[in-house]
T-cell receptor
Framework: KNQVEQSPQSLIILEGKNCTLQ??????????LRWYKQDTGRGPVSLTI?????NTKSNGRYTATLDADTKQSSLHITASQLSDSASYIC????????FGKGTKLSVIP | NAGVTQTPKFQVLKTGQSMTLQCAQD?????MYWYRQDPGMGLRLIYY???????DKGEVPNGYNVSRLNKREFSLRLESAAPSQTSVYFC?????????????FGPGTRLLVL
C-alpha cells in the first residue's frame, strides 16, 4: 500500500528562524515528489515539484531536497515569516499522487 | 483570471439527499481533478479527467459520479449522500496530465452530511 508519512505533525517557530519539515514515502510507481502550502480554509498551492533524478529545488525561501534511494524528502524554510504559518503537504507518485497528512507550521512573533 | 472556482462554498445535506458540486477553470487546462480532504488524512483522488470527454476513477470513487461538461467545467455528483462523505472537496486543474504538471487547486467546498 502506498504511504507518505510527514513529520513533525506540528511545529511552532519564532519569526526569522529556519525550519525543516520531513517526508518519507513508500510509493510505487514513483516519478515525482511535490510540496504544497495550504493556508487555513484555502486550497493547496504548489511550492516545488521534483523528479526522482533531482536532489534539490528552490522556490524563494523554500528549498526541497529529495533522496530517492532512502525515499526521503525535506522542505527547508529560511528566515521564516508570519505568512509562512500554514500546513505543508507532501505528495509522491507518478500520474496519481499519494499525499501525507501534512505538517502544521505556526510562526510566532 | 479567477483560476479554479468551486460552488457552493458550504453545504449541509441530510443522509440520502443528492447534490452536485461545480468546478470551473479559466486557464484553458486540459486535465481536471476532484479530491477529498478529511481531518487526519491526506488528500485523496476521487475522479479525474485527463481531457475533455474522458473521465477515470481515482483512489476513492465509490458513491460519486462526475461529468466533464466541457473543457472548462468538471462536476462531482453525490447521488445519495452518506455521513462518510462529510469532507472538504477540492477541484484542481493542470495543463496536461503529465507527471510533472503543476496542479492548481480551487478554494474547496465544505460538505456536512447529517
Amino acid at each position: 500500500k502506498n504511504q507518505v508519512e510527514q513529520s513533525p505533525q506540528s511545529l511552532i517557530i519564532l519569526e526569522g528562524k529556519n525550519c525543516t519539515l520531513q517526508c518519507n514515502y513508500t510509493v510505487s510507481p514513483f516519478s515525482n515528489l511535490r510540496w504544497y502550502k495550504q493556508d487555513t480554509g484555502r486550497g493547496p498551492v504548489s511550492l516545488t515539484i521534483m523528479t526522482f533524478s533531482e536532489n534539490t529545488k528552490s522556490n524563494g525561501r523554500y528549498t526541497a531536497t529529495l533522496d530517492a534511494d532512502t525515499k526521503q524528502s525535506s522542505l527547508h524554510i529560511t528566515a521564516s515569516q508570519l505568512s509562512d504559518s500554514a500546513s505543508y503537504i507532501c505528495g509522491a507518485g507518478s500520474y496519481q499522487l499519494t499525499f501525507g497528512k501534512g505538517t502544521k507550521l505556526s510562526v510566532i512573533p | 483570471n479567477a483560476g479554479v472556482t468551486q460552488t457552493p462554498k458550504f453545504q449541509v445535506l441530510k443522509t440520502g439527499q443528492s447534490m452536485t458540486l461545480q468546478c470551473a477553470q479559466d486557464m484553458n487546462h486540459n486535465s481536471m481533478y476532484w479530491y477529498r480532504q478529511d481531518p487526519g488524512m491526506g488528500l485523496r483522488l476521487i475522479y479525474y479527467s485527463a481531457s475533455e470527454g474522458t473521465t477515470d476513477k481515482g483512489e476513492v470513487p465509490n458513491g460519486y459520479n462526475v461529468s466533464r461538461l466541457n473543457k472548462r467545467e468538471f462536476s462531482l455528483r453525490l447521488e445519495s449522500a452518506a455521513p462518510s462523505q462529510t469532507s472538504v472537496y477540492f477541484c484542481a486543474s493542470s495543463e496536461g496530465q503529465g507527471r510533472l504538471e503543476t496542479q492548481y487547486f480551487g478554494p474547496g467546498t465544505r460538505l456536512l452530511v447529517l
